[in-house]
């Protein structure tokens, strides 16, 4: 398909409204010029933003229209005045857009406890009308960016229709439903029973399994918009489809991790069943002490197997079962055949520590559960970024 190929039906506006005074553009409106069908899944966190309360009650028929997005700005913590602003900005963008309020989603994300700077916003939905461009999922894409080095967009085909993804995160990522701001438009028909369970699933092994520094945010929002004007999919295809944008979306974000230089994908096989692989390589990716390792290439595998250790809730993982690979290089237990003296160990776990990507292979010898995480190293740049974010 084409780099500027987009779903049929779909309109995107973006301009500066001034949540952060550089002129860059910070508030996005995605949205099918059509009726369309939408599946969602949010944050858990106790302190979730009205954007997210508001969206959520917008989902629950799953008709929706788009979204507005505000970027660097998360409106969370701000109490009444904070819900009468983001309820405020849905209203005038409906209104301004023809689009019924009740069918159009929000959200927000960036520093918390600040107020939206309401009389720009309100001055930008003045000039706000219904004939927004087709297209722009690239502005789109950076438009909702904060801490982000690069926009996140991927697309794919799925026979006559197209998927777009866009997404955004770099850091608090330790997603409980979802994670960060991802949406999805297509112009694929489908039954909306079927689209969200295909839409759940997908998010569980994508967006559920990946991990930059085990905070969970306030604002997190994922949602899949399908207008149908291309017709007809196989269900199956598009879940292969939809899964193929995910897992790109969440690669490039796990390597875009605030401060990140590498990609960790840790993947845990021979588990109970497919929560405990979960449980374990989350506790592996999630460990400063494996992702100070892997930032410093320092070959230290014993770290590994600490991380998995401190599962001790799951009494069936047994050492003397456990499998540890750096990519191919068998490391535990010593003597597995494959595995070479502690100095060749050392020298081939540093090379595989290397690259951008470092794959950690986890095998507990129980049953055949198994899940993937993604995550990233923690670096200087992480602390850093993180000690002045909202000075």
Same mark, same amino acid.
């Given at each position: 398909?084409?780099?500027?190929?987009?779903?049929?039906?779909?309109?995107?506006?973006?301009?500066?409204?001034?949540?952060?005074?550089?002129?860059?553009?910070?508030?996005?409106?995605?949205?099918?010029?059509?009726?369309?069908?939408?599946?969602? %899944?949010?944050?858990?966190?106790?302190?979730?933003? $009205?954007?997210?309360?508001?969206?959520?009650?917008?989902?629950?028929?799953?008709?929706?229209?788009?979204?507005?997005?505000?970027?660097? /700005?998360?409106?969370?913590?701000?109490?009444?005045?904070?819900?009468? /602003?983001?309820?405020?900005?849905?209203?005038?963008?409906?209104?301004?857009?023809?689009?019924?309020?009740?069918?159009?989603?929000?959200?927000?994300?960036? %520093?918390?406890?600040?107020?939206? $700077?309401?009389?720009? *916003?309100?001055?930008?939905?003045?000039?706000?009308?219904?004939?927004?461009?087709?297209?722009?999922?690239?502005?789109?894409?950076?438009?909702?960016?904060?801490?982000?080095?690069?926009?996140?967009?991927?697309?794919?085909?799925?026979?006559?229709?197209?998927?777009?993804? *866009?997404?955004?995160?770099?850091?608090?990522?330790?997603?409980?439903?979802?994670?960060?701001?991802?949406?999805?438009?297509?112009?694929?028909?489908?039954?909306?029973?079927?689209?969200?369970?295909?839409?759940?699933?997908?998010?569980?092994?994508?967006?559920?399994?990946?991990?930059?520094?085990?905070?969970?945010?306030?604002?997190?929002?994922?949602?899949?918009?399908?207008?149908?004007?291309?017709?007809?999919?196989? $269900?199956?295809?598009?879940?292969?489809?939809?899964?193929?944008?995910?897992?790109?979306?969440?690669?490039?974000?796990?390597?875009?991790?605030?401060?990140?230089?590498?990609?960790?994908?840790?993947?845990?096989?021979?588990?109970?069943?497919?929560?405990?692989?979960?449980?374990?390589?989350?506790?592996? %990716?999630?460990?400063?002490?494996?992702?100070?390792?892997?930032?410093?290439?320092?070959?230290?595998?014993?770290?590994?197997?600490?991380?998995?250790?401190?599962?001790?809730?799951?009494?069936?993982?047994?050492?003397?079962?456990?499998?540890?690979?750096?990519?191919?290089?068998?490391?535990?237990? $010593?003597?597995?055949?494959?595995?070479?003296?502690?100095?060749?160990?050392?020298?081939?776990?540093?090379?595989?520590?290397?690259?951008?990507?470092?794959? *950690?292979?986890?095998?507990?010898?129980?049953?055949?559960?198994?899940?993937?995480?993604?995550?990233?190293?923690?670096?200087?740049?992480? %602390?850093?970024? /993180?000690?002045?974010?909202?000075?």
């Amino acid at each position: 398909m084409t780099e500027n190929e987009a779903p049929l039906g779909f309109a995107v506006h973006t301009a500066p409204v001034g949540l952060l005074d550089d002129g860059r553009d910070d508030f996005t409106v995605l949205m099918s010029t059509v009726p369309s069908t939408v599946s969602a %899944v949010f944050t858990r966190s106790r302190f979730a933003g $009205p954007s997210v309360v508001i969206s959520r009650a917008a989902c629950a028929d799953h008709n929706a229209r788009g979204v507005v997005v505000l970027a660097r /700005n998360a409106n969370v913590a701000t109490g009444d005045e904070g819900e009468c /602003n983001a309820r405020e900005v849905r209203a005038l963008t409906a209104r301004a857009t023809g689009v019924p309020e009740d069918e159009l989603l929000i959200a927000s994300t960036g %520093v918390i406890g600040r107020q939206y $700077p309401m009389p720009a *916003i309100r001055d930008h939905l003045k000039t706000l009308t219904a004939a927004l461009p087709d297209g722009g999922f690239e502005r789109a894409a950076r438009a909702i960016m904060t801490t982000d080095t690069r926009p996140k967009l991927v697309r794919r085909r799925i026979g006559e229709a197209t998927l777009v993804g *866009i997404a955004k995160g770099v850091g608090m990522m330790e997603p409980d439903m979802a994670t960060l701001l991802t949406f999805f438009a297509t112009d694929a028909r489908l039954d909306p029973g079927e689209q969200d369970r295909i839409f759940r699933r997908v998010m569980d092994r994508t967006f559920n399994a990946v991990s930059i520094d085990t905070d969970t945010s306030t604002s997190d929002t994922a949602a899949l918009f399908a207008n149908g004007l291309a017709g007809d999919v196989s $269900p199956d295809a598009f879940e292969e489809a939809l899964y193929g944008v995910a897992l790109d979306l969440v690669k490039d974000i796990a390597s875009d991790g605030e401060g990140a230089g590498k990609l960790i994908e840790v993947q845990v096989t021979g588990a109970r069943d497919d929560a405990q692989a979960k449980r374990v390589g989350k506790a592996v %990716v999630n460990s400063p002490l494996v992702k100070t390792a892997v930032h410093g290439g320092d070959p230290n595998w014993g770290r590994v197997a600490m991380a998995i250790g401190k599962c001790s809730d799951d009494t069936d993982i047994e050492q003397d079962r456990v499998v540890i690979r750096f990519g191919d290089v068998a490391v535990y237990p $010593p003597g597995l055949p494959g595995t070479r003296d502690e100095d060749e160990v050392r020298d081939a776990v540093a090379a595989e520590m290397g690259g951008t990507e470092v794959i *950690i292979g986890i095998e507990l010898g129980i049953a055949d559960g198994a899940f993937t995480v993604y995550g990233c190293d923690l670096t200087e740049g992480y %602390v850093r970024l /993180n000690a002045d974010y909202s000075t």
